[in-house]
C-alpha cells in the first residue's frame, strides 16, 4: 500500500510510482500466480521478485522510469506494474524501450492495463521525449496483443526471443511499436 500518495503520475483510476521495499508481499502474490505467469517460463519466488523491485528503483533512478508499481486510486492497494523498461536482449530492434504490464487477476478485465499503458505513453512521450516504444508478448497472448492495438501500437511483426528459445510454446513473440507523436 502506498500511503504516501506521491505519484509520479496518474490515469483516471490510477497512480504509478517507484518501488517500495513493502510491495514485496503483494508483488511476489502476483508473481506466483500460476494464471498471472501464464505466458511466462515458471512463476517467481519471493527473491525474485525482490530482485526485480531492486532493478526497477535503480532503473528509475538512471532513466527516469521502470515498470512502475501501479496502485489502484480507489483503494490505495498495489494492483501489479505497467510501465516502461529497457529490453537489451540480442534482436534487430534491440537496444529499445519496451512498455510492459502484469496486474493481478482480480483486477482483469477492468480497463487497467489499457488505461495504464495509455498514461504511461503520455509520460514516455510528454515528460520523458522518447521517440519509439515497442511492446513484446508472446504469440499466443492475445490479451496483451489486443492491448497493444487499442493504446495505438502497430504490429511490425514476429520475431524468435533468443530469451525464450528453450520454452517453444513461447519463442515466437510478436513486436508492436508506435513512434512519439508529431506536435
Known sequence: MNSSGNYLFK????GFRNWQETDLAALSSINSDEKVMEFFPATKTAEETADFIQRMQQEYCEKGFCYFAADDLSTNELIGFIGLHEQVFEAAFTPCIDIGWRLRKRSWNKG???EGARACLRYA?????LKKIVSIAPEINSKSENIMRRIGMTKKGVFKHPLLKDFPKLESCVLYEIDRPEL
Do not use: E, N
Open 11 to 14: 490515469s483516471a483510476r490510477l
Open 112 to 114: 487497467f492495463a489499457t
Open 125 to 129: 512521450f510528454d515528460q520523458l521525449h
